[in-house]
C-alpha cells in the first residue's frame, strides 16, 4: 500500500564517505522532491524534479546530487558527508501543474543520515 | 512572497482536552493549505487541505481546520485530544505553480 518508499530508512556513513539515498513511487506523479530536515526544525527544499528537469534550490551545496533515471525512481547523492549533513532526508512527489495539481505532497517515511 | 507562521513553537495539553494550533500566512490572493503531522522518526502525513468551497475542512484523526481570509489564517483543531496525537505539526501553503512553503512547526506534548 505504501505509495512513495525510501530507503534505507537509516544510513550511517563516515566522514567524507558518498551516500546514496533513494526513493521510489508508485503514483505516477510528475515530480519528485528532496528535503532535508533537521531535528525541530521544517523540512528544507535541497531541489526538485519536473519530469527529468533538474531545479536546484539556490541554497543547495555542490555537495548535494541527483538523478531521476524513470519517472518512478530518484536518488541523493552526497558525495562527501560532513557531521552538519546527519539530518532526516525526506522524498515526496506531487503531480505537478495542471488542473488536477493542488500541491499536495506525498511523503515517504524518510531516511535517517548519521554520519560517524 | 509568501510565508506561513505558527506562532506557537510547543504547545501542551491534556488528554481529552481541545486542542487548536495556530498558523497564519500572507500571499496575495487564495492558497491551497495543507496541515501535515509528523511523528518522530517519520514522514509527513496529510491531516487536511483546503483548496475552496466550505471553509471548514475535515480531516483524517478527527481534526478540523476553518480556512478565514480575512484573518488570513488556517487553524487546525480537535474536540479531545489523544496521547497518540502527541508530535509536529506543520502548516504549509502552495500557490499551484510554485513551491510548497512550511511552518516552522508546532510540537504538541499531551499530559496524561
Known amino acids: 500500500d505504501a505509495m512513495v518508499i525510501q530507503n534505507p530508512r537509516y544510513q550511517v556513513t563516515q566522514f567524507g564517505k558518498p551516500v546514496t539515498l533513494s526513493c521510489s513511487q508508485t503514483l505516477n506523479h510528475n515530480v519528485m522532491y528532496w528535503y532535508q530536515q533537521k531535528s525541530s526544525q521544517a523540512p528544507k527544499l535541497l531541489f526538485h524534479?519536473?519530469?527529468?528537469?533538474?531545479?536546484n534550490e539556490a541554497d543547495t551545496p555542490d555537495n548535494f546530487q541527483s538523478r531521476r533515471p524513470n519517472t518512478s525512481f530518484c536518488f541523493l547523492d552526497i558525495r562527501s558527508p560532513g557531521l552538519g549533513d546527519a539530518a532526516m532526508y525526506l522524498c515526496?512527489?506531487?503531480?505537478?501543474?495542471?488542473?488536477?495539481?493542488?500541491?499536495?505532497?506525498?511523503f515517504g517515511e524518510g531516511s535517517r543520515l548519521t554520519v560517524l | 512572497a509568501q510565508s506561513v507562521t505558527q506562532p506557537d513553537i510547543h504547545i501542551t495539553v491534556s488528554e481529552g482536552a481541545s486542542l487548536e494550533l495556530r498558523c497564519n500566512y500572507s500571499?496575495?490572493?487564495?492558497?491551497?493549505l495543507f496541515w501535515y503531522v509528523q511523528s518522530p522518526g517519520q514522514g509527513l502525513q496529510l491531516l487536511l487541505k483546503y483548496f475552496s468551497g466550505d471553509t471548514l475542512v475535515q480531516g483524517i484523526k478527527g481534526f478540523e481546520a476553518e480556512f478565514k481570509r480575512s484573518q488570513s489564517s488556517f487553524n487546525l483543531r480537535k474536540p479531545s485530544v489523544h496521547w497518540s496525537d502527541a508530535a509536529e505539526y506543520f502548516c504549509?501553503?502552495?500557490?499551484?505553480?510554485?513551491?510548497?512553503?512550511f511552518g516552522d512547526g508546532t510540537t504538541l506534548t499531551v499530559k496524561p
Open positions: 504549509v501553503l502552495n500557490t499551484n505553480a510554485g513551491k510548497s512553503t
Open positions: 515526496a512527489t506531487s503531480r505537478g501543474v495542471g488542473p488536477l495539481n493542488t500541491g499536495e505532497l506525498f
Open positions: 500571499y496575495g490572493a487564495t492558497p491551497y
Open positions: 524534479y519536473y519530469d527529468k528537469d533538474f531545479n
